[in-house]
């Protein structure tokens, strides 16, 4: 059983920047690869992130991609995102999950992750 806590979500202006953590329980989070989604109000879930569990490739959304990066650190079962160059369709709340191993291309299906967390509201204002 692994639980994840989000952590860092809060109101920026457009333009902004924020650092989103999510820490792990548990002695094996090395195990698993680690994924970012959001969800804005009246959209479905949507891949944001992901870093491979063993290899630490990581994988973005093309909205992000330049603006958004997402790291780990092993020895504090913690992934983070950081979010640079926020716009106000940034805003959503954003979930961690975590997915025992991992296969690269999959890390974007919401369906492979095992775990959530409670998730963390991103408000970007323009």
């Known amino acids: 059983q692994v639980q994840l806590v989000e952590s860092g979500g809060g109101l920026v202006e457009a333009g902004g920047s924020l650092r989103l953590s999510c820490a792990a329980s548990g002695r094996t989070f090395s195990s698993y690869s680690m994924g970012w989604f959001r969800q804005a109000p009246g959209k479905e879930r949507e891949f944001v992130a992901a870093i491979h569990y063993r290899s630490s490739t990581t994988y973005y959304t093309d909205a992000v991609k330049g603006r958004f990066t997402t790291s780990r650190n092993n020895a504090e079962n913690t992934v983070y995102l950081q979010m640079n160059s926020l716009k106000p369709e940034d805003t959503a709340v954003y979930y961690c999950?975590?997915?025992?191993?991992?296969?690269?291309?999959?890390?974007?299906?919401?369906?492979?992750?095992?775990?959530w967390g409670q998730g963390t509201q991103v408000t970007v204002s323009s």
């Open positions: 999950a975590a997915e025992r191993g991992g296969f690269g291309p999959d890390l974007r299906t919401a369906s492979e992750y095992d775990y």
